[in-house]
């Protein structure tokens, strides 16, 4: 059996050996060559002979059209064909004749030896043979433009033995081969070979009847979208194909409006995904908050997930596209606004939302750096609220980056700031050092510190309708004076209700936002502090981390 192997494999290489050089020949020929300008000067038509790897070529037409064959000059012409030209290998398609051209032109071609064009039989079709062949052509149904010249090529020298008999003994050899092996393994293990099939195809699960469709849904989802643009390491965010994104994704309706633009609620392949619709004016801020999403490392189960951008054409304006994950909650606010919380679920929110600030802030050095993360623009309006009541920052459009490799601190070019509610003083007095990236962490901790104060107003036995920080100090929509009036020169805070003073859980929280919006920045708390002291408080309300 071993032998019949060995035999079956050399014949299978020394048959596959004309084939592996029939595309190009290994050594060059010679050719008579009649184009003006062509070859050497030596023997041949003309004085003019050639030289190539592809084969050489002789034309025979009429010099005059109009009149019959036998009362018309013939014209031979001689010259090189290029190896790169002389394709597909077993009939080039410079070596074809048109079939209403066969009564005016044919060509032969070969690459047996050099100068063998000269013994070529080339010669016209009569009209009345064209003809017949275009009317077969079209009787058994095939296109009349496949239809070759198979006397030209034949004239031609095209040797079909060297092409037809080793692939034919491949396959069969193949055959035997395949053929052999089954039988084999038949016998040693004792069972039909129609047994050892069923039972392979109950093994194994890639076969099985039960997942085909599992398996298209695989192939498809691969062939309609291209792989991750990282390396598969898991440090990159995986983005899909930006120019197909948008033509697969279906606007369903809109959740939301701010001064970027529109929030739509889509569907890309039967999921929900959130669009984020920016106008054309506003292309920086698209370009930026696309630009920080994709920041390496920047995935985080309290930050939100970023899917794809994109643009398309929205008819009067370009569309400019920001694609993320979809949370049917909505905003940190509207959950405030609908509905009260206990101090469980208050703990929740408060930990969860100080966890993703935390990794926001910090930075992380490896083989690939995470650069350090300021949001300058934290409020309720920007955090989301997971299906499981934790909470998810969102919306990274004015953030800026510091990577401390290379001490380089990237700023957005744009001049728009966070909203005028939630700036810390030294942003609204102008103090804030901006080539110092700890004074944007510090700022966003007074924001937090806000965001803290909203969440407890809703928690507890007796909770107090939902309100803006400021509300009763500051106009609706208050101005920078206005801001910069009530936060720097009198120096007030948020009021803190009476009532917290009986809740120890409360109490602890009223301690943290006291020191989250401290006049001196230095004085406030890191993001990671927050967090660990509300997580303090599990004695106190129980695990309200558990899902």
């Known amino acids: 059996m071993k032998m019949l192997v060995v035999v079956l494999l050399l014949l299978l290489a020394f048959s596959a050996c004309p084939l592996l050089a029939l595309p190009g020949l290994r050594s060059a020929i010679y050719c008579n060559c009649t184009r003006p300008g062509c070859g050497m000067d030596e023997d041949g038509p003309n004085g003019q002979v050639c030289k190539t790897y592809g084969g050489c070529m002789k034309v025979v037409s009429l010099r005059n059209e109009h009149e019959p064959e036998e009362d018309a000059d013939l014209v031979v012409e001689y010259d090189c064909i290029s190896d790169e030209l002389w394709l597909p290998p077993e009939q080039p398609m410079g070596c074809r004749v048109h079939r209403h051209q066969r009564h005016l032109h044919a060509i032969g071609c070969c690459r047996n030896y050099s100068f063998c064009a000269a013994d070529l039989h080339v010669t016209l079709q009569k009209p009345a043979v064209a003809a017949a062949d275009s009317a077969a052509a079209t009787a058994a149904g095939l296109p009349l433009a496949n239809l070759g010249s198979a006397n030209a090529w034949t004239a031609a020298g095209w040797n079909w033995q060297p092409v037809v008999i080793p692939s034919l003994a491949v396959v069969f050899s193949l055959c035997l081969l395949y053929a052999a092996l089954r039988c084999r393994r038949g016998r040693q293990n004792g069972k039909p070979i129609s047994a050892a099939n069923a039972e392979d195809d109950r093994r194994d699960p890639l076969i099985a009847a039960k997942d085909v469709h599992g398996i298209q849904q695989m192939l498809h989802d691969l062939d ?87 643009n398309k054409d929205g008819g009067m304006a370009l569309q400019l596209w920001l694609i993320t994950d979809y949370h049917k909650k909505g905003s940190l ?45 934290l409020k309720t309006r920007n955090v989301l609220v997971r299906s499981d009541n934790t909470c998810v920052i969102a919306d990274l459009g004015l953030a800026v980056r510091y990577f401390a490799k290379t001490q380089e ?20 007095s102008d103090t804030l050092n901006p080539n110092h990236f700890d004074s944007y962490r510090r700022a966003d901790i007074y924001s937090l510190g806000l965001i803290l104060w909203e969440i407890c107003r809703r928690a507890g036995d007796k909770p107090d309708p939902c309100e803006l920080p400021y509300y009763d100090q500051v106009p609706a929509e208050p101005t ?10 009198e120096n007030q805070r948020p009021p803190l209700p009476s009532r917290w003073k009986d809740s120890p859980p409360l109490v602890t929280m009223t301690k943290l936002m006291r020191e989250c919006w401290m006049p001196n920045p230095s004085a406030r ?23």
């Open 224 to 310: 309609s979208a291209q792989p991750a643009t990282t390396s598969g390491s898991g440090s990159g965010v995986p983005m899909l194909v930006p120019v197909t994104i948008a033509r697969q994704v279906t606007l369903v309706k809109v959740i939301g409006r701010g001064r970027y633009g529109e929030v739509w609620q889509g569907l890309f392949k039967g999921e929900n995904v959130a669009v984020k619709i920016f106008a054309s004016t506003d292309e920086q801020s698209w370009l930026r908050e696309m630009e920080v999403y994709k920041t390496t490392m920047l995935r985080h189960e309290n930050l939100l997930g970023f899917i794809a951008a994109d």
């Open 525 to 547: 708390l890191t993001a990671l502090r927050v967090r660990k002291t509300i997580d303090d408080l599990a004695p106190l309300i129980g695990d309200f981390m558990a899902p």
């Open 409 to 428: 601190l990237d700023i957005p070019h744009n001049k728009k700031t966070g909203t005028l509610r939630y700036l810390a003083p030294e942003v609204l």
């Open 480 to 489: 920078l004076d206005d801001m910069l009036r009530c936060v720097v020169l």
């Open 333 to 377: 606010f509207d959950l405030l606004m609908s509905t009260t919380l206990d101090l469980r679920l208050m703990a929740r929110l408060a930990r969860s939302l100080a966890n993703g600030l935390a990794f926001l802030h910090s930075e992380i050095c490896g083989t690939s750096d995470k650069p350090a993360v300021a949001h300058r623009d």
